[in-house]
């Protein structure tokens, strides 16, 4: 059984910062490589790529939007992956969810469909 639970999210002005992090549990990921991910949410809007990250940290990837401010990384002994996101926009404002591809495949791994298991969310609303 895989779980994954996201945390941190929170109201925030813009400018300001927030660290979300994605803790994995279950037999699968004590066995297996994967890549995780970040998708976002907003309202009325399609689920979109955020970051992702390799089982070795070497492959790191983000949508245009968040270049230079959002910053993945993860501990593979805590099996918890980490989005450092700093300059908060409002249209930052959204449920942020992390996924898990296991086994780590080849592939940009930007699509939500490249997944396949996904946590709960968090909301992260920044306001202006």
């Known amino acids: 059984q895989v779980q994954l639970v996201e945390s941190g999210g929170g109201l925030v002005q813009a400018g300001g910062s927030l660290r979300l992090s994605c803790a994995a549990s279950?037999?699968?990921?004590?066995?297996?490589?994967?890549?995780m991910g970040w998708f976002r949410q907003a309202p009325g809007k399609e689920r979109e790529f955020v970051a992702t990250?390799?089982?070795?940290?070497?492959?790191?990837d983000y949508a245009d939007s968040v270049k230079g401010r959002f910053s993945i990384s993860r501990d593979i002994a805590k099996k918890t992956v980490y989005l450092q996101m700093n300059s908060l926009k409002p249209e930052d404002t959204a449920v942020y969810y992390c996924?898990?591809?296991?086994?780590?495949?080849?592939?940009?791994?930007?699509?939500?469909?490249?997944?396949?298991?996904w946590g709960q969310g968090t909301q992260v609303t920044v306001s202006s």
């Open positions: 990250i390799s089982w070795s940290g070497s492959f790191t």
């Open positions: 996924a898990a591809q296991i086994p780590e495949r080849p592939g940009p791994r930007s699509s939500p469909y490249e997944y396949d298991n």
């Open positions: 279950g037999r699968t990921f004590s066995f297996s490589r994967y890549s």
